[in-house]
C-alpha cells in the first residue's frame, strides 16, 4: 500500500521562496522512485522532478537551479524546496510514486501510478 500526503502550500509574493512536504508511505524491498508534479489551471500535468531510491534526484529544464528535491534518511518524507518563484509557478503541486526505475528527465504523468491530494501553491506579482 502506498501513501502520499502534501503540505507546505500557500500563498507567496514573486521571488518568495515556499517548502513543500510529502509524508511517503512505501512498501520497502522493491525499487521506487518519488517525484513531484504540478498542473496549472488549463494546462497539462507537468514534471518538475524526481528522486530515486538510492537519492539521485533530476529537474525539468523549467526549474533546474530553482527547486531542489531531497528527503530526510528515514525515507518517510520528500520535499520540494522552491526558491525564486514566479507567478507562472502557481498551480496545485502533486507528490507521486512509481516502482521501478525513474524514467529519464522526471517522465510523463502516466508514468506515475500513486498521488498524493496535492496542496496549492499560489504566487502573485
Known amino acids: 500500500q502506498v501513501g502520499l500526503m502534501e503540505s507546505g502550500g500557500g500563498s507567496v509574493q514573486s521571488g518568495g521562496s515556499l517548502q513543500l512536504s510529502c509524508a511517503v508511505s512505501i512498501p520497502k524491498g522493491r525499487r521506487y522512485c518519488l517525484a513531484w508534479f504540478r498542473q496549472a489551471l488549463g494546462k497539462e500535468r507537468e514534471g518538475l522532478a524526481s528522486l530515486t531510491d538510492y537519492n539521485q534526484p533530476q529537474y525539468a529544464p523549467s526549474v533546474k537551479g530553482r527547486f531542489t528535491i531531497d528527503e530526510n534518511n528515514a525515507k518517510t518524507n520528500i520535499y520540494l524546496y522552491m526558491n525564486d518563484l514566479k507567478v507562472e509557478d502557481t498551480a496545485m503541486y502533486f507528490c507521486?510514486?512509481?516502482?521501478?526505475?525513474?524514467?529519464?528527465?522526471?517522465?510523463?504523468?502516466?508514468?506515475?501510478?500513486?498521488w498524493g491530494p496535492g496542496t496549492q501553491v499560489t504566487v502573485s506579482s
Open positions: 507521486v510514486a512509481k516502482f521501478g526505475y525513474c524514467p529519464a528527465g522526471v517522465g510523463e504523468a502516466d508514468a506515475y501510478a500513486y
